[in-house]
């Protein structure tokens, strides 16, 4: 059990949303629009229109003008804000740092809790 919920906050603790910047680059006869980190599908996202229109999504297709999800279709030309859902490094990092810490606590608080059962 304890185990089990040791995993839980490990594995929800793994991840942030960063920024995204979005571009508009120019063709001969068009434009088109460029985002750094790149999006792929699949990526969760949480955004804001120009409207004022917010939400998030999965990722199920990018071209060069929108992003489409299940249930919404963005405009690249209309997004105010972009944050793709990334793995943090740092929040992994001190997450499998505090499970391993977790872990060996409760393991010698049994052991001890064991060992002095025996001597009673």
Do not use: W
């Not at 942030?16 to 985002?35: D, G, M, N, R």
């Not at 120009?50 to 279709?73: F, S």
């Not at 810490?101 to 809790?113: E, K, M, N, P, R």
């Amino acid at each position: 059990m304890t185990l089990l919920m040791v995993a839980v906050m490990v594995l929800s603790g793994c991840s942030s949303y960063k920024k995204v910047k979005v571009e508009q680059e120019p063709t001969l006869h068009s434009h088109y629009f460029l985002t750094e980190p790149p999006l792929y599908v699949g990526d969760k996202i949480k955004y804001r229109l120009k409207d004022g229109r917010k939400g998030e999504l999965a990722i199920e297709k990018i071209t060069a003008q929108e992003i489409v999800g299940k249930n919404a279709t963005l405009p690249l030309s209309q997004i105010a804000m972009l944050e793709k859902k990334d793995i943090s490094t740092v929040k992994t990092g001190a997450a499998i740092g505090g499970g391993a810490i977790a872990i060996g606590v409760i393991l010698t608080v049994a052991l001890a809790t064991g060992l002095a059962s025996a001597f009673i």
